[in-house]
């Protein structure tokens, strides 16, 4: 993958640089000390974008920085599976360089995907798709966004007139348009809880543009797209969708590797989200789980039976060491996680450092709150929290006379 563009020649350029390459991307950016690297601040309140701050000089640049990004950019077509123009009007992608770069893809037989800023489309004449917003395909076409019966009958007519294969448009909560010459459909959006939707169009024509380079058709290509449109607004800032995230879309019932199971908070959350836009009911578990024993299994496919989602939290090495010992854990944190990742009934597992899971179930405020042995709700860490926003607590019975405590004592015994 290769990212052209325009940049500054300063230490944001250097770190973008840096960061492209540590992600298997190869950056093909023409610097201008005239020019600072454009940098963004995004200012969040909890979980909910506030306000951006943008550092940036726009305007055209000169001639030689257009003809130099040509050089780069045509040299590198031989190598490409698809093109995307992402227009953010900045002073990159003028009609020259639109055109030049349309026409040598199209000529390799290359797909051209254009993210749209500019109203005058004439500039992505001959892509194969453009992908506009509501906002930007009623600027373009100059009707209401509000009516999308008459935006769609006139991207029809776009289609023909800047010859493209299709049009791609966004339409919000409504999903995306397929808009051809004679007609279009619309892939109806999936119902999410939208925490971020910054990315959401960079993830569209991602998606779709992986789609046509590996040889879907467009209807195949924007349904996947529509789906990790989905899945990016149930995160928070501009992040990718993982290959993992769309696998469980597409096949809620294909299991996980392990490893893909073992997660951190954020992306707990945002599994979560997943799960709860797909009308599914999430339960909660933790516990050391030190030396997995039948006692606990019995626990998991209880607590898993109660919904249709299981999260396991477990206690770090050093939460288990404040509360069992100095001698505990017998079995490390990553292996302790990894383990019970390979089971069938568990769906995430996240590892807390507290004494208590606590944060954690105020984070993924789950439907069922489930512990295994002789508690009673009043002494359940969290019910009150789950009971006060609808959830349940219930108490699952244990294998009698199975304990990691007995475990050890045993293997001392025997040792």
């Known amino acids: 993958m290769v990212l052209a563009g325009f940049s500054g020649d300063d230490d944001n350029e250097r770190s973008l640089a840096e960061h492209l390459r540590s992600n298997g991307i190869e950056p093909a950016l023409v610097a201008n000390r005239a020019f600072p690297t454009i940098t963004k601040l995004r200012i969040l309140g909890g979980r909910q974008?506030?306000?951006?701050?943008?550092?940036?000089?726009?305007?055209?640049?000169?001639?030689?920085?257009?003809?130099?990004?040509?050089?780069?950019?045509?040299?590198q077509l031989p190598t490409c599976d698809a093109v995307v123009l992402s227009d953010y009007a900045k002073g990159v992608l003028t009609a020259k360089v639109c055109q030049r770069v349309i026409e040598a893809a199209r000529a390799a037989q290359i797909p051209v995907l254009v993210d749209p800023k500019s109203s005058d489309f004439s500039r992505y004449r001959g892509a194969t798709t453009i992908c506009p917003n509501l906002g930007e395909l009623a600027a373009a076409t100059r009707e209401d966004s509000r009516d999308t019966t008459r935006l769609l009958e006139?991207?029809?007519?776009?289609?023909?007139?800047?010859?493209?294969?299709?049009?791609?448009?966004?339409?919000?909560?409504?999903?995306?348009?397929?808009?051809?010459?004679?007609?279009?459909?619309?892939?109806?959006?999936?119902?999410?809880?939208?925490?971020?939707?910054?990315?959401?169009?960079?993830?569209?024509?991602?998606?779709?543009?992986?789609?046509?380079?590996?040889?879907?058709?467009?209807?195949?290509?924007?349904?996947?797209?529509?789906?990790?449109?989905?899945?990016?607004?149930?995160?928070?800032?501009?992040?990718?969708?993982?290959?993992?995230?769309?696998?469980?879309?597409?096949?809620?019932?294909?299991?996980?590797?392990?490893?893909?199971?073992?997660?951190?908070l954020d992306e707990?959350?945002?599994?979560?989200a997943m799960w709860r836009a797909n009308r599914e009911r999430v339960s909660f578990t933790n516990g050391c789980f030190d030396l997995l024993h039948v006692g606990h299994i019995t626990v998991l496919e209880q607590a898993r039976r109660t919904g249709d989602r299981l999260i396991v939290a477990i206690n770090s090495d050093a939460s288990v060491s404040r509360l069992k010992g100095p001698t505990r854990p017998i079995v490390g944190q990553r292996e302790r996680a990894r383990v019970l990742a390979a089971l069938a009934c568990v769906d995430a597992v996240v590892v807390f450092d507290e004494e208590t899971p606590m944060n954690l179930i105020r984070a993924t405020r789950p439907d069922v709150l489930v512990k295994g042995g002789d508690y009673n709700i009043d002494t359940v860490v969290g019910a009150e929290e789950v009971q006060s926003w609808g959830g349940v607590v219930r108490i699952v019975p244990t294998v009698e006379g199975h304990s990691t405590t007995r475990l050890i004592e045993r293997g001392a015994r025997r040792g």
């Open 154 to 264: 006139a991207g029809k007519r776009m289609v023909t007139d800047f010859a493209l294969e299709f049009l791609t448009a966004t339409l919000s909560e409504k999903g995306i348009a397929l808009v051809r010459a004679d007609g279009y459909q619309i892939e109806p959006a999936v119902a999410r809880q939208v925490f971020d939707v910054s990315g959401a169009g960079d993830t569209v024509i991602a998606v779709l543009a992986l789609g046509l380079a590996s040889g879907f058709e467009p209807e195949t290509a924007i349904q996947l797209a529509n789906i990790a449109a989905g899945i990016v607004v149930g995160k928070v800032g501009t992040v990718p969708v993982e290959k993992h995230e769309l696998l469980a879309a597409l096949a809620p019932d294909l299991a996980l590797h392990a490893e893909e199971k073992v997660i951190a």
């Open 268 to 272: 707990l959350t945002s599994r979560v």
């Open 49 to 75: 974008q506030m306000l951006r701050l943008d550092s940036e000089r726009l305007g055209e640049r000169p001639d030689d920085d257009y003809n130099r990004l040509l050089d780069l950019v045509l040299a």
